[in-house]
């Protein structure tokens, strides 16, 4: 079975860039559309960004379009989100997962096999 792992979390200040990487094990990370979401304390998990099997395809939560940008390497099994401009709101942490059923991209129940997380804090 498929499992990933977050890194590249860390303490940014406000309109400053991150980027996070999800890498996979297993050999089936090709297989998978995949996915990034979001927690921030006292609030449910949410959609951040969507990218498809071949990564020609990417969605995004509304609140993010234009700042994130994502991208996957399935040679090297990993996943990308570039996160630039960062506000305090996007403090949270992070998460990547599968996408294992269904047709809605930004349902969190339609992914699997999710990460531990990693996290990020914008300051003011």
């Known amino acids: 079975q498929v499992q990933f792992l977050e890194s590249g979390g860390g303490l940014v200040q406000a309109g400053g860039s991150l980027r996070l990487s999800c890498a996979a094990s297993g050999r089936t990370f090709s297989s998978y559309d995949m996915g990034w979401f979001r927690q921030a304390p006292g609030k449910e998990r949410e959609f951040v960004a969507h990218?498809?099997?071949?990564?020609?395809?990417?969605y995004y939560a509304d609140s993010v379009k234009d700042r994130f940008t994502l991208s996957r390497d399935n040679a090297e099994a990993t996943m990308y989100l570039q996160m630039n401009s960062l506000k305090p709101e996007n403090t949270a942490v992070y998460y990547c997962?599968?996408?294992?059923?269904?047709?809605?991209?930004?349902?969190?129940?339609?992914?699997?096999?999710w990460g531990q997380g990693t996290q990020v804090t914008v300051s003011s």
């Open positions: 997962a599968a996408k294992v059923r269904g047709s809605i991209v930004s349902s969190t129940s339609n992914y699997g096999a």
């Open positions: 990218i498809s099997r071949s990564g020609g395809k990417t």
